[in-house]
Every structure is written in structure tokens, then in C-alpha cells.
């Protein structure tokens, strides 16, 4: 986060400074820009604004389908997801079959605070 009275200015000195580093060179509207947390740091820095990083997210989604990946093989996924997912919702004769069906979540493991 990058705080400022003036979000419009930031907005513009950021696109002028990283104009470079723009993943699309064609489409303006696509703010997508390949840039480090060092050049964010060092940009807030030389233009003397206040800047927070959360460096280590929760993701817990995320942190839960990498613990799911490292306990279950690709077939037993795809054969899971088949079911919370099936082709046709049609075929589906008993609806607590889908609740049954949903996979369990693994406990998060642990990270150190940064």
C-alpha cells in the first residue's frame, strides 16, 4: 500500500517511471507492470512516499490446495473435482450428494512472521 493526498499524481509518476517494465505495450488500460518490491520501495522512497508490504500473504486458498497437491495424486484431484463439477447438473439424482462430495480442507501449515 502507497499512501498519498494525491492518488492521481502517484498514478502518473508510477506509469512514467515504469513505463518500461509495462507487461502490454499496446493496450494502456492493461496496468499490469513487471517491477520488484525493491523498485516499488526505492520509487516511494525517491518520491517521499509512505509505503506498507504484506510480504508474506495468508493465501489461504492457495496454502491449502499446496498441502492438498503434496497428499493427493493428480487422478484422485481431477476424480474429486468431477464430482463438485459434473458435466451435466442433470445428472445429479441426490443435491446432499454435492455437499458430501466437496473435499475436506487440510489444515494450513505454519510459516514464520516476517
Known amino acids: 500500500m502507497i499512501y498519498s493526498k494525491n492518488a492521481p499524481e502517484l498514478e502518473s509518476k508510477f506509469h512514467k517511471k515504469f513505463a518500461y517494465n509495462r507487461l502490454n505495450l499496446i493496450n494502456n488500460r492493461k496496468e499490469f ?3 520488484t518490491l525493491n523498485d516499488l520501495e526505492e520509487f516511494a522512497h525517491d518520491n517521499e512516499y509512505v ?3 504484506t510480504k508474506i ?3 489461504r486458498d492457495f496454502r491449502q490446495t499446496c ?3 503434496n497428499v493427493k ?3 484422485e484431484i481431477e476424480a474429486e ?3 463438485v463439477f459434473p458435466e451435466n447438473l442433470m445428472d445429479i439424482e441426490d ?3 454435492l455437499i458430501d462430495d466437496v473435499p475436506q480442507r487440510i489444515p494450513l501449515p505454519t510459516y514464520p512472521k516476517a
Open 33 to 35: 507492470f513487471n517491477v
Open 51 to 53: 509505503i506498507e508490504f
Open 57 to 59: 500473504a495468508e493465501a
Open 67 to 69: 498441502s492438498i497437491r
Open 73 to 75: 495424486s493428480k487422478e
Open 81 to 83: 473435482m468431477s464430482r
Open 95 to 97: 443435491e446432499d450428494e
